[in-house]
């Protein structure tokens, strides 16, 4: 028993980038109409908006500025050691649990200091550091 599908339609069309390109500036020239070249060209003006959308996005993402590099700031811990708690040279440091809000990050960037006291989040930390570094 044969069982072929029969459908009665056409198969996919396939669209050189040359041709999309052209009708993509085309259609993008002030006063043209999408749906009359579309048309002329024996395409659904669907299919040319999408090409119009797919060629915008592209363009915008190019024109986009790079990511800043990552910028390393150098960094001091200040934190005091008492003489008998110092760690003797052969033996590994041990943490100290911290209470949650303690401590201080002061961050120098140029001639700007920021000093951060207590539990902060690192979002926050991010923004005021992105801030001063457009600052500069």
Request: net charge positive; charged share 25%.
């Given at each position: 028993?044969?069982?072929?599908?029969i459908?009665?339609?056409?198969?996919?069309?396939?669209?050189?980038?040359?041709?999309?390109?052209?009708?993509?500036?085309?259609?993008?020239?002030?006063?043209?109409?999408?749906?009359?070249?579309?048309?002329e060209?024996?395409?659904?003006a669907?299919?040319?908006?999408?090409?119009?959308?797919?060629?915008?996005?592209?363009?915008?993402?190019?024109?986009?500025?790079?990511?800043?590099?990552?910028?390393l700031?150098?960094?001091?811990?200040?934190?005091?050691?008492?003489?008998?708690?110092a760690?003797h040279?052969?033996?590994p440091?041990i943490?100290?649990?911290r209470?949650?809000?303690?401590?201080?990050?002061?961050?120098?960037?140029g001639?700007?200091?920021?000093?951060?006291?207590?539990?902060?989040?690192?979002?926050?930390?991010?923004?005021?550091?992105?801030?001063?570094?457009e600052?500069?």
């Amino acid at each position: 028993m044969d069982k072929r599908v029969i459908t009665d339609r056409a198969p996919r069309r396939r669209h050189s980038a040359a041709l999309k390109r052209e009708l993509v500036e085309r259609s993008l020239q002030p006063g043209a109409s999408v749906a009359a070249l579309a048309q002329e060209h024996g395409i659904n003006a669907n299919l040319l908006f999408n090409w119009r959308r797919l060629h915008l996005e592209r363009q915008a993402a190019a024109q986009l500025p790079a990511e800043p590099a990552t910028v390393l700031l150098p960094v001091t811990v200040d934190e005091p050691i008492a003489a008998s708690a110092a760690p003797h040279a052969c033996a590994p440091a041990i943490p100290t649990p911290r209470r949650a809000g303690t401590g201080v990050i002061e961050v120098e960037i140029g001639a700007a200091l920021v000093r951060l006291r207590g539990v902060v989040d690192e979002a926050s930390v991010r923004s005021v550091l992105q801030a001063l570094l457009e600052l500069r």
